[in-house]
């Protein structure tokens, strides 16, 4: 089976820009989790995609955010780009089944994100 | 709430010796806990996950942990460090209730040789 994929795997942007980054999730799993990982704030949960919808998000502001589609890869959109945006953003998936707890989330390698 | 505390940021051992990551937890629920490992500039790898089965859980490369509900702990230990090794490590809780994952600061492992 073919492991988390995400792309592109370095971006270069520049402040107010706004930037999609992608992640194809392992097949048949249909739970994306998408985690911000800075040297400073670690690693932070941005949100969860369950069949299409939202069903999770952490504390980040609108200018972040995602969407999947039926085919369960998923994106995620950051507008208005800051340069404290700058970071490895990582794409998990499970199967998301609910009451699942022996789901594992499965990470992709990241896509780095300069913002200059 | 469910938390994570990695109680030392960095730990460093001689190669061959015996590793120690600590990790306690909060947990309002009958969590999940696992330990990912990160290579330099890689994504995040499974070395083992506890899921209410056995206490003491076996994962990779050599590794394990024990679940210990009354010190509310899972520390991830090795018997003999090898250069390989070296990397971040995170503990990490789920809960199935939410389905929040929390993961802990991390803590960046030195293997000397």
């Known amino acids: 089976k073919a492991g988390v994929t995400q792309t592109p795997r370095y971006l270069i942007k520049t402040r107010g820009q706004q930037v999609t980054l992608s992640c194809s999730p392992i097949?048949?799993?249909?739970?994306v989790s998408w985690y911000q990982q800075t040297p400073g704030q670690g690693l932070q949960f941005l949100f969860e995609?369950?069949?299409?919808?939202?069903?999770n998000k952490g504390n980040f502001p609108g200018r972040f955010s995602g969407r999947q589609f039926s085919n369960s890869r998923s994106e995620m959109n950051v507008s208005t780009l800051e340069l404290g945006d700058s970071a490895l953003y990582l794409c998990?998936?499970?199967?998301?089944?609910?009451?699942?707890?022996?789901?594992?989330?499965?990470f992709g390698p990241g896509t780095r994100l300069t913002v200059l | 709430a469910q938390s994570v505390t990695q109680l030392d940021s960095h730990v460093s051992v001689s190669e061959g010796t015996p590793v120690l990551l600590r990790c306690n937890y909060s947990s309002s629920y009958s969590p999940s806990l696992f330990w990912y490992v990160q290579h330099p500039n890689k994504g995040l790898q499974l070395l083992l996950k506890?899921?209410?089965?056995?206490?003491l859980v076996k994962g990779i490369n050599g590794f394990e942990a024990e679940f210990k509900k009354s010190e509310t702990s899972f520390h991830l230990t090795k018997p003999s460090a090898h250069m390989s090794d070296a990397a971040e490590y995170f503990c990490?809780?789920?809960?199935?209730?939410?389905?929040?994952?929390?993961f802990g600061a991390g803590t960046r492992l030195f293997v000397k040789a």
């Open positions: 998990a998936s499970s199967s998301g089944l609910a009451g699942a707890r022996t789901d594992t989330q499965y």
């Open positions: 097949s048949g799993h249909r739970s």
């Open positions: 506890y899921t209410s089965a056995a206490t």
């Open positions: 995609y369950f069949s299409e919808t939202q069903r």
């Open positions: 990490v809780v789920s809960e199935v209730r939410g389905f929040k994952t929390i």
